[in-house]
C-alpha cells in the first residue's frame, strides 16, 4: 500500500512537472517573441504610432497564444495520460481514475490562480478551456469514438446472446432507475433535507442524467483479471445501449421543462429516435461495407472510411433526422463488426483494430482529465451539498439493486443468463461518466431553469461521479475476486500446472545437453536455471480430476484451434468471407455447451456444396445471372 501510494505521489508530482515543463517553454517562446518584437521596434521607429503598432502586435499574440490553449491541453494531457499508464500498470488505481484526481487536481491549482503565480499564464489558460468546455462538444467529439470502438470490438456471436438481458437493463430497467432516484429526489425535498426548489420534473430529469453508466474501469478490470466474457460483454452492451435510451429520456423530459416539446406523445417519439438511430446507423454500415468490399490491402482508404462514417453517422442522426446518435453508431459498429469484419482486407484487419483501441485510449484521457478539470473549477459545495450528495449516492445504488431485483428472474433465463453473483458485480459496477456530466453541464447553462437547481444538478451529478470513481472503480476488483469470478476452473488449473511442469521438465533437459557442449561450459548455469519456471509455483502431487471434464475443456481448446485456423485461411484467401463467417458460427453455437456435446454435433453443411436447381436455372437469366453466380461462388 505505502509503495502504491509513492508511485501515485511520484505519478502526481510527475504530472505537475511536465505541465511546468511545458508551460515554462511556452512562456520563452512567448516571451522570445516579444522581446524579439520590442528590439525591431525600436531600431525602425521610435514615434507614437508605431508604439500603438506594437501594442496591438503584443495584443494579437496574446490572442494567438490563447487560440492555441486547447492545443497545448491535448498535447500535455496525453503526456500525462501515457505517464499514468507507465508508472501505474501495477498500481491499485484504474488508468481512468488516476487521470480523473490529475484533472481535479489541475482544476484546484488553477482555481486557486497557483499556476499564474509561478509565471504558467498559457498552462492556466489551457487548463481554464477544459474547465469550461462546450458539453455538447464532448459528446459530439468523444462519444462516437468510444461508442464505435466499444461496438467494433464486441464478440458478435456472444453480443447476440447477451442482448436481451442489456436490452432490459437498458430500457425498462433505466426507466426504473430514473422513478427509484427521482423518488429518493422528492424525499430530500419533503423531509426539507435541501433542494427545495425542485419539483418532479427536475427530479425526473436528474434521474435520467445519472443514469447513464459508464463502466470503462470495470471492463478493463473484467478482462484483467480473466472474468467471464460473457459478464464483461453484458456489461459494456448495457453501458452503450443506455447511454443512447438515458440521453433520449433527457432530451424529452428537458424539452419538455424548456417549453421546446413538440407535444407529441413521449413513447411514440423515444420509438421514433430509437429506431430511427438504429436505421441510420444500419443504412451508413450498409454503404461502407458495400464501399469496402471493393477496395483490396489499402489501409489508408479503409480506415480513413471507417473513421468519417463513425462521426458522420453521429452527426446525420442527430443534426439531420433528429433521431439518437449514440444508438445509430451502435448500429454501425455493430454492422461492422458482424457482416463488415470480413469484408476489410484482412491485411488491414489488425491494424484497424489497433487503430480503434489507440483512439478509445486517447479519448479517454482526454475525456476524464477534462471531467477532472470541470469538476474542480465549476462546483461548490456546502456542507448540506456533502450530506445531499451522500443520501443521493446510496439511492442510486438502491435504484440500480431494484432494478436488477426486478428482473431478475426474466434476466437469468435470458440468452446466457446472469448468476448471482454476476449480478452483483452489475450492480456494484454501474460507474458515472462523462455522458452524464455532459448531460449537467447542459441543464447547467441552461436560463430556463432556476438557477439553484441548475447548481445543484451539476453539482450532485460531479459528485456521484468522483464517488463511483472512487469507491466503486477501486474496490470492484476485490469484489470480483471475493466472489470468485476470477478464480481459473479446477480442470483448466490442472492442465496449466500440467504445462508448466512440462516446461519445466524440457528447459532442465536442454540445460543438461548445453553443459556438455564446450563452447558454453564456463557459462553460469545458476543465473540460468533462474529463468526456468519456480519450483514453488508447481504443486508437488498433480491434480486430479474428472475425465468428462478433462474431455470438455480439450474439446473447447480443440474447436478454438479450428476456429483460428478458419480464420487464418481466410487471411490467405483460402476462405472466403461468407465461408469463414459461417464455419465460425458453427464453431460459436459448439463452444457455448463448454465442450459437453461431441465435436461433430454440428449442423450440416454439405448441402452448401451442391447448386439448387432453382439456383442454377436463374444463373442463366441474362440480367440477373452473375448476380446469382456471386452469390454461389462467395459461400
Do not use: C
Not at 145 to 163: C, G, P, Q, R, V
Not at 433 to 443: D, P, R, Y
Amino acid at each position: 500500500m505505502i509503495k502504491s501510494a509513492k508511485i501515485l505521489g511520484f505519478l502526481l508530482i510527475s504530472s505537475l512537472l511536465a505541465f511546468l515543463a511545458f508551460g515554462m517553454l511556452f512562456s520563452n517562446t512567448a516571451s522570445a517573441s516579444d522581446s524579439l518584437a520590442v528590439h525591431k521596434a525600436e531600431q525602425t521607429d521610435v514615434h507614437q504610432q508605431d508604439n500603438h503598432q506594437q501594442v496591438a502586435g503584443h495584443e494579437e499574440q496574446n490572442e494567438h497564444a490563447t487560440n492555441l490553449a486547447p492545443l497545448l491541453f491535448i498535447v500535455i494531457s496525453l503526456f500525462v495520460g501515457t505517464a499514468t499508464r507507465h508508472l501505474l500498470k501495477k498500481g491499485p488505481l484504474p488508468y481512468t481514475i488516476s487521470l480523473l484526481i490529475i484533472g481535479l487536481i489541475l482544476g484546484v491549482l488553477t482555481r486557486s490562480e497557483l499556476l499564474l503565480e509561478f509565471g504558467l499564464a498559457p498552462i492556466a489558460d489551457s487548463v481554464k478551456w477544459a474547465g469550461s468546455i462546450d458539453p455538447h462538444l464532448i459528446l459530439y467529439l468523444f462519444l462516437p469514438t468510444l461508442i464505435f470502438e466499444a461496438a467494433y470490438a464486441l464478440h458478435i456471436h456472444t453480443f447476440k446472446k447477451s442482448l436481451g438481458n442489456a436490452l432490459i437493463l437498458a430500457i425498462p430497467g433505466i426507466v426504473v432507475a430514473i422513478i427509484i432516484t427521482a423518488l429518493f429526489v422528492m424525499m430530500i425535498n419533503s423531509l426539507g433535507w435541501g433542494l427545495g426548489s425542485w419539483n418532479w420534473m427536475f427530479a425526473l430529469l436528474f434521474g435520467a442524467i445519472i443514469s447513464a453508466t459508464d463502466p470503462v474501469a470495470v471492463v478493463a478490470i473484467l478482462k484483467e483479471v480473466g472474468a467471464s466474457k460473457k459478464l464483461s460483454t453484458i456489461t459494456e452492451s448495457e453501458s452503450m445501449l443506455n447511454d443512447g435510451t438515458a440521453i433520449v429520456i433527457f432530451m424529452t423530459i428537458f424539452a419538455s421543462i424548456i417549453g421546446s416539446a413538440t407535444g407529441g406523445n413521449a413513447f411514440v417519439e423515444f420509438l421514433r429516435v430509437a429506431i430511427g438511430g438504429i436505421v441510420v446507423g444500419g443504412v451508413v454500415g450498409w454503404l461502407i461495407i458495400g464501399w469496402i468490399k471493393r477496395v483490396f490491402n489499402d489501409a489508408l482508404i479503409e480506415i480513413t472510411v471507417v473513421i468519417g462514417a463513425a462521426y458522420l453517422t453521429f452527426f446525420l442522426a442527430e443534426n439531420i433526422f433528429h433521431v439518437s446518435g449514440v444508438i445509430a453508431v451502435v448500429s454501425f459498429g455493430i454492422s461492422m463488426a458482424g457482416p463488415g469484419k470480413t469484408r476489410v482486407s484482412p491485411g488491414v484487419t489488425h491494424f484497424l483494430h489497433e487503430f480503434w483501441e489507440l483512439a478509445a485510449f486517447i479519448a479517454n484521457t482526454l475525456i476524464f482529465i477534462i471531467v477532472g478539470v470541470v469538476i474542480a473549477q465549476q462546483v461548490n459545495y456546502t456542507l448540506n451539498d456533502l450530506l445531499v450528495l451522500l443520501i443521493v449516492y446510496i439511492g442510486i445504488h438502491v435504484a440500480r439493486l431494484g432494478t436488477i431485483y426486478i428482473f431478475y428472474p426474466l434476466m437469468k433465463k435470458i440468452g446466457y443468463g446472469i448468476s448471482f453473483k454476476d449480478s452483483i458485480v452489475l450492480w456494484w459496477g454501474g460507474l458515472r461518466g462523462a455522458v452524464g456530466l455532459a448531460l449537467a453541464l447542459i441543464v447547467a447553462i441552461e436560463e430556463k431553469i432556476p438557477m439553484d437547481v441548475r447548481s445543484q444538478v451539476l453539482s450532485l451529478t460531479a459528485g456521484i461521479v468522483i464517488l463511483t470513481s472512487l469507491i466503486n472503480a477501486t474496490t470492484v476488483k476485490w469484489l470480483i475476486d471475493k466472489l470468485g469470478l476470477s478464480k481459473i476452473g479446477e480442470i483448466k488449473a490442472g492442465l496449466m500446472q500440467q504445462s508448466m511442469q512440462q516446461i519445466r521438465l524440457s528447459g532442465e533437459k536442454e540445460i543438461e545437453k548445453l553443459k556438455e557442449n564446450r563452447f558454453m561450459a564456463d557459462a553460469n548455469w545458476e543465473k540460468v536455471g533462474e529463468f526456468l519456471v519456480e519450483r514453488s509455483e508447481m504443486e508437488e502431487e498433480p491434480r486430479s480430476f474428472k475425465i468428462a471434464d478433462a474431455v470438455a475443456e480439450t474439446r473447447k481448446r480443440l474447436l478454438q484451434k479450428e476456429k483460428e485456423s478458419y480464420w487464418r485461411q481466410f487471411s490467405v484467401g483460402m476462405l472466403s468471407s461468407d465461408g469463414v463467417q459461417l464455419l465460425s458460427d458453427q464453431i460459436d453455437l459448439l463452444m457455448d455447451s463448454g465442450g459437453k456435446v461431441p465435436l461433430s454435433a454440428r449442423e450440416d453443411i454439405e448441402m452448401l456444396w451442391h447448386t439448387p436447381k432453382t439456383t442454377a436455372k436463374l444463373q442463366t437469366i441474362p440480367l440477373i445471372g452473375n448476380f446469382w453466380k456471386r452469390r454461389f461462388f462467395s459461400r
